[in-house]
């Protein structure tokens, strides 16, 4: 079963777009919610979390838009550039347990010039 | 050390024959997990250690997995008579406590099975 269900697989959007990355997730447990970013060859980094008390969080250009009550999440990506150009994961993780995070299939960006 | 690290970075190896993949976590990190990164696939949650004991074995796909993690630090992951389809990135990551967040992850291990 999976947990966390994100879309779409991929994306292309041109310089200065704003791609926008779906997650939806099924366990109302879940109480922490990041976004990993990774470039081919290294291992995804923390891009931004949030907690699911506040319906928005932004940092830089990425911002996340979380809405409880339809168990979904996004992530934004203003005045995206090249080097945004990554493969990015939802995760969701719950306090009790193991804290483990339980990751979307992913997303590849690709922004054109 | 500075970051999560991993070794070997790529590992070619038989059908059949045994591998060990390392993890040296982030130096004061008490959690460390396994993750595996198949092709184009998301991160699958293998094992999870607070210290040196594994609350969390749920995610090993098979017997032929095992880990260990010793000293509170280092940590190895085994897989006993390779297969095919275990060939994958074999990702670590540490974290401070149990806060179930700002998970670090190291670069991977490449494991290719032929």
């Known amino acids: 079963q999976q947990q966390v269900k994100q879309s779409p697989q991929s994306l292309i959007v041109q310089k200065g777009g704003i791609p926008i990355i779906n997650c939806a997730y099924e366990?109302?447990?879940?109480?922490?919610f990041p976004w990993y970013q990774q470039f081919p060859g290294k291992g995804p980094a923390l891009l931004i979390a949030i907690r699911p008390d506040v319906s928005e969080k932004k940092e830089g250009r990425f911002t996340i838009s979380f809405n409880k009550s339809a168990k979904q999440f996004s992530l934004h990506i203003m005045d995206s550039q090249p080097g945004d150009s990554a493969t990015y994961f939802c995760?969701?993780?719950?306090?009790?347990?193991?804290?483990?995070?339980?990751f979307g299939k992913g997303t590849k960006l690709s922004v054109i010039p | 050390g500075a970051g999560v690290s991993q070794s070997p970075s790529n590992k070619v190896t038989e059908k059949g024959k045994d591998v060990e993949l390392r993890c040296d976590p982030i130096s004061g990190h008490t959690a460390l997990y396994w993750y595996r990164q198949s092709l184009g696939q998301g991160l699958e949650f293998l094992i999870y250690f607070q210290g040196n004991s594994a609350p969390d074995k749920s995610g090993l796909p098979s017997d032929r997995f095992s880990a260990e993690r010793t000293g509170g630090s280092v940590s190895t992951l085994t897989i006993q008579r390779t297969q095919q389809e275990d060939s994958a990135v074999y990702l670590c990551?540490?974290?401070?406590?149990?806060?179930?967040?700002?998970?670090?992850f190291g670069e991977g291990s490449w494991l290719t099975v032929v």
């Open positions: 366990n109302t447990a879940f109480d922490y």
């Open positions: 990551a540490s974290s401070r406590i149990l806060s179930g967040n700002t998970i670090y």
């Open positions: 995760a969701a993780s719950q306090k009790a347990g193991s804290y483990q995070l339980t």
